[in-house]
Every structure is written in C-alpha cells, then in structure tokens.
C-alpha cells in the first residue's frame, strides 16, 4: 500500500469575498506526480500555495506528511523545510551567488556544515547541468538557466514534494525544454511533485495523474491517458480542444 | 578653391576656418585674462558698451567658426560636442570661462596673496585679504573646545586608538571575515563608548573602564575552553558578573583609594568641544539611529497591531517635531520627568535626542527599499523554510539595505550637518566655538575667515563620507 503524503479535504478559501478554492478534496500518494492544469483564474497557482501555506486557506484541512496545516507557526517552516517549490519568476536571491543561493537555506535552516552544504549543492546543480556556472549571480544568468538553478535550489533542501508553479510560463520557447528535461529527469528520480503548467507534452510524458481545474473547483481527475483519451466533462473537452 | 562662406563652416576649408576662430575666441580671453589680473582695459578706445561686450562678440563668432561637424580631429570634435553644440551653448561656455577668469585674482587675493598667517595677535592683519592667524591662534579651541590643554592627549589617543581600530577590517584573514559584521556592528561602538565615557571624560569611572577590560579580557580567554554551543550565553553573561564582582566585591576599597590617588581627571561634558565634540556626536548618532530606524521601518510592517501602531507613532512623532525643538526638550523639559537625584548627562541627553530623530528618517528611507523588493523573494524565503528573522537577514534586508545605500547616505549627511544645532543646549562644536570666538573683544571682525574654515572642514567630512557611500554602492553592486 502507498501512503497519502499530502490529504486536503473540504477546503475552501477566501480572497475578500471572493472564493477562490471551493470544496477542495485531493489526495496525494507518495511518490505520484500530479499535473494541475486549467484555464488562467482558476486557482490552480492559489491551491498548490495552500500546500506550504505561503497562503491560508479559511476552512477544511491540509495534512503534510502527517501535519495538519494550522495557525501554529513553528510546525509551518518545518513543513515548508520539506516541501520545495518553484516559481513563475525564479525568484532567486539577486544578490547571493548561484552556488550561495543553493546552500543559503541548508546552512541556515538545516544547520548544515558549510562544506557538506557546497557539496550537495555541486551536485544537485550538476543534475541539472549549470555546475559551471556555480559561481555567477542570478543576474548573469538566462531565464533557462535561471529556472534550473531555482530547481536545484529547492532540491538542496532534500524536500519529500516539489512544487511547480508555472515553471515554463515566463520563458522562451528555447529554454523550455532544458527546464523540462531537468524535471523530467527529477520526476525518474521518483520525486513526488505537484505540477501546474500547460505543457501537455510533459503531462503525457511524466505526469501519473492529472488534475482539471476550473473556477476553483476541482472539476476532472484522472490517469493521465485516460484523460486525454476520453475527457469525461463538457469543461474539460472544451479546454483539450482548445490547448491540444 | 571654394567660395568661403563665413555663415557655414565646412570640412573644404577647415583650417582657415579653425585659425580664424581660435585666434578669435584667444584674443577675447586674453582680453578678459588682462582685464581681470592687471586691471588694464586695452580695448578702452571703442566707445563703452562696445568694449564691454567686444570679448563676447568676438569669441562668439570664434567658437561659431570652429563649429565644423566630423572635422576628422580628435581635440576639436570633442570641443564642438561637450562645449560648443549650438550658438546658445557656446554663449553659456563663453560667460562660464569669463566668470572664472574673472572671479580668480579676488579669490587668489583673498585666500594666499594678501592673507596673512604669522604673528600671533589681531595687529598683523592688516592687508586686504584674510586673516588665518585667527585661525592659527584658535585652532587649539576650535578642535577641542574648552577641553583643558594638558589633557587633550587622551582625546587625541583615543581618536587614533578608534581610527586604528576601524581599520581591522583591512587586514582581518579570510577565517575571520565572517566575523567583521558582528565587530563593526555591535564590538567597535561598544568600544567606541568605552573609549569616549571612560577615558575622554576620565575620573574615578575610569576605573570602572578598567574593570571592564579586565572582564573582557579574562573572559575571553576563558572563553577559547568553553564549548561553541554555549559560547553565545557565555559571552553576554559572564563579562557582566565578572564586572560586577570585580567593581563590587573583590576592588571596592581600593577602587576609593586610587580614585583619589592616581585617575585621570574628570572633564565634564560642558566642556568638551570643537571638532571633536562633532565627530563624537555625529559618530554615536550614526551607530545609534541606524538601528532603531531599522527595527522601526521593520515594525511599520509587522501584523502585530502593537508594534505597527508604536512604530508609526514613533516615526510621525519625530518626523513631525523640528529637532531644534526636540534639542530644547531634552535639555530643558526632560529632566522635569526625573526624579530628584537622578541625573543623565547633557551630551548623552542630545546624542538619544538626534538619534531617535534620524532614526525616524532612516526608517523611513528603509522602508522605501523594502518595499522595492518584489513580493516572490519574501515567498522563496518563507519555501525553503525560513523563519521572520531568518528571512529578513538573510534574504530581504542584504537587498533592501543596498538598495537605500544612497538614501541612507543622504540622511546621515543631513545629520552631520545638524549637529552644530547642539549649541542650543550649550553644547559648542565647531560652528559653536565659531561664534564663540567671533564675539572674543580681541578677535572682532573675522567672522568669515571661522566660517569658510568651517565650511571646507564639513566639506571634507561630507564628501569623504559621500564618497564612500559610492563605494559601498558599488561593492554590492551585483546585477549584471
């Protein structure tokens, strides 16, 4: 049997008075990759924050890995200490080396020895293959190059889920595919990640699941291929028809 | 050969053009030059509004001649593209090069020529120009006020003693780099005050300075045995006690004895003075006001209704109040809020004063950077599982910080210039000791001599800091 890593149920939540997420019901096995994809607005972005809590959600539980999401900060950055996430926008520290950036949070939060720290950061950038350029800043960098170094940065800190968040949405069409290949490579590596993108071509490839959203309700879920064989909804026939 | 046509200087004929108007615009400086040095007027036979303006006229046409695009040299391209690009800007450079030629033998006069330095007494001024044996005859004053004479030694030595100290930096080894942060923030001022309370204000509380460093030295050395795990307790705690037990306990007999017998002489603050009663002021509140305003900006943004609100109030307060104000009420109203016997020196009074005023300031200007920062640095800090502190440290404030290098220097050299407002509370620095000197019976009328010698001395100051804001800016220079 396969263990639940991630158990959201019931949950709803609130920008203003405007609901984002309704009724959200979603289990993760260990191990699995789930693609979310959907069209813009539909909370897919909002719902994969909710799992590390860079956002709140107002009702319903999130469980991580056996921790229920709270108030409680202090379970919070250890929840989010295992859960690695990727952004849009990279997000690196600008003024913090390729390789500091990499080793910033195992030093600090992990309380890692610097030289251990370096070493699993020379490694992880090396699966993703910008080992040489370990010693340039983010600035110096493509978005490309940019990305992967975002990638390893999250793995350095040895998280049990990766999140992505639109990972190739602000990047050039050439660079998309190194981006893809270092997450393909992750997803082999059996990572259990959580994906928001509207690459299908690396849903077909990796993704065990995928999750259809709209208007902030889960709204179609199922094997990969079966989903794009035979969509069962009207919503999601329409979305296939449109994207594919 | 080409018609010459005056009105368009061109490439066919482009040394005639450029002799022409280089004779031109060098016979109307060497006019302006003659007027100005040797007061001889040698266009004085053309009737006189002609010969005032003939050097403009002729070095206008001098320059509109010269004025040839691509000629192919190097010098004169690049006159015509910074200094002569249409008619109205070769006017402006003209009226500049005469308004400097002009205005030098004045100067020159005022400043070395006619000035005078020997003597010591009011009586060898008598040229024309200024009077620096003022200067001279009060520079002991004007660089330590009213601080007895014999004892200006320890001013000096501490001044060297921090000077040298803050140079450590420079020759601190890669293993101890880390380390400098930690001494320049909190070490070095603690230091600092050290120095300036106990020894540059001496008296039976220098022994106390002397307890001081007896405790930090033993338990420092004790503290190379104490595991790292415990160092950081280690190091608040034990100095402390070890202080205390050395002031209380073991010396307190003898500590009354020696105090009478052998201390450095006790000079009040009230006479302190000078330019060093500048550097200390300006040093404190800089090291003071850069903390407090950065906790407050940080506060302005906290969720915690209590802190934001004191934060905001704190800042509107003293952005609101004139610090002239805010020096009076130091001085005069706080004092009434203490009880009988309780007493806070006038300098420590003025150096909380100013601090917390710019504090508001640099909290402000903090705030500005943190608010540049885009919102995914604060969301890839809080995903990799820091915490406020850690993410502030580590992530937000090294950005927002160089950010404000500019802003914050902009403040800081605000406050240096602020501080000759401490003469409202009887406090003279240099601008005060100025005007001391000015109203002096026996030193009437040289009251621009002390304040152009004021002048170039914050200048200096001013600039040298200026400069190495810049500096700073530039080492953390990493976009690109």
Known sequence: MSDKIIQITEMNKWFGDFQVLKNINLEVEKNKKIVVCGPSGSGKSTLIRCINRLEEHQQGSIVVDGNELTEDTKDIEKIRAEVGMVFQQFNLFPHLSILDNCTLAPIWVKKMPKKEAEDLALQHLEKVQIADQANKYPGQLSGGQQQRCAIARALCMEPKIMLFDEPTSALDPEMIKEVLDAMVNLAKAGMTMIVVTHEMGFAKEVADEVIFMDEGMIVERAETKEFFANPKSDRTKLFLSQIL | MNKLNFLQPDKNNIYTYLYTGVILVAISIFIVFLNSFFNKDIVSFLPGPISFFLPLILGFIGLHLIRIDYSGLRFLDSINKNINTNNFNAFLSLLIVFVVIKSLPPLLSWFILDANIAGDSKDVCTGSGACWTYIKIWFNRFMYGMYPNAEQWRINLSFIAL??????????????????????????????????????????????????????????????????????????????????????????????????????????????????????????????????????????????????????????????????????????????????????????????????????????????????????????????????????????????????????????????????????????????????????????????EGYVFASVLFFIICYAMSKYSYNLEQKYKTER
């Open chain 2, 163 to 448: 000077a040298f100290l803050g140079t450590i930096g420079f020759f601190a080894t890669e293993k101890f780099k880390k380390y400098l942060t930690l001494y320049y923030v909190v070490v070095y001022p603690v230091i600092a005050f050290f120095f300036i309370f106990f020894f540059i204000s001496g008296g039976p509380i220098f022994f106390d300075f002397s307890y001081g460093i007896i405790a930090a030295v033993i338990s420092i050395i004790i503290g190379f045995f104490i595991p790292s795990k415990f160092k950081m307790y280690y190091f608040i705690i034990v100095p402390i006690t070890l202080y205390i037990l050395l002031k209380y306990v073991f010396f307190y007999e003898e500590l009354i004895e020696l105090g009478k017998l052998e201390a450095l002489e006790w000079v009040e603050t009230g006479a302190w003075g000078g330019l060093s009663l500048t550097f200390i002021v300006s040093f404190f509140c800089l090291i003071f006001c850069f903390p407090i305003g950065l906790f407050l900006s940080l506060g302005r943004r906290s969720d915690f209704p209590i802190i934001k609100y004191f934060s905001i109030g704190m800042i509107e307060f003293w952005r609101g109040v004139p610090l002239i104000t805010v020096l009076f009420m130091s001085s005069v109203m706080f004092p009434m809020f203490l009880p009988e016997d309780m007493f806070i020196d006038k300098l420590v009074r003025v150096i909380i004063a100013i601090s917390l005023f710019e504090a508001a300031y640099v909290a402000e200007v903090i705030r500005g950077g943190l608010q540049a920062l885009p919102r995914g640095q604060y969301d890839a800090a809080k995903s990799l599982g820091m915490g406020y502190w850690k993410m502030h440290i580590l992530v937000i404030l090294p950005q927002a910080l160089k950010l404000v290098i500019p802003g914050i220097a902009n403040t800081f050299l605000a406050l240096v210039k602020d501080t000759p407002l401490i003469f409202v509370v009887g406090l003279l620095e240099i601008v005060g000791m100025l005007n001391l000197a000015k109203t002096n019976p026996e030193w009437l009328g040289f009251a621009m």
